[in-house]
Nanobody, 128 residues
């Protein structure tokens, strides 16, 4: 069982920045593929960013490329999402997710069904 706890959300003006953190339990965090998803009111959950087990391979949805950066610190069992140049359309509840399955070291998971564990989420609100 893996527990994920997100933090770092808040209210920010358009153009501002936030850094989300997701702390994971478990002794083998370095073997988890990790990702961030978001869900806006009335919309479906969507993939935002993912990082492979190797930490060096990442993937982003097109709308956040160049603005968001995902990273992981295996020593701290934590994955981060640095968000800059935020836009009102980035508003939503951000969830981190972990997959403990034996994916390849450079595989980035972009679909929700590939993940096994989810955090409760942290609210991000970007005002115009």
């Amino acid at each position: 069982q893996v527990q994920l706890v997100e933090s770092g959300g808040g209210v920010v003006q358009a153009g501002g920045s936030l850094r989300l953190s997701c702390a994971a339990s478990g002794r083998t965090f370095s073997s988890y593929a990790m990702g961030w998803f978001r869900q806006a009111p009335g919309k479906e959950r969507e993939f935002v960013a993912g990082v492979a087990r190797n930490g060096g391979t990442t993937n982003y949805r097109d709308s956040v490329k160049g603005r968001f950066t995902i990273s992981r610190d295996n020593a701290k069992n934590t994955v981060y999402l640095q968000m800059s140049s935020l836009k009102p359309e980035d508003t939503g509840v951000y969830h981190c997710a972990a997959s403990t399955r034996a994916w390849g070291a450079s595989v980035v998971l972009t679909t929700g069904g590939a993940y096994d564990y989810w955090g409760q989420g942290t609210q991000v609100t970007v005002s115009s």
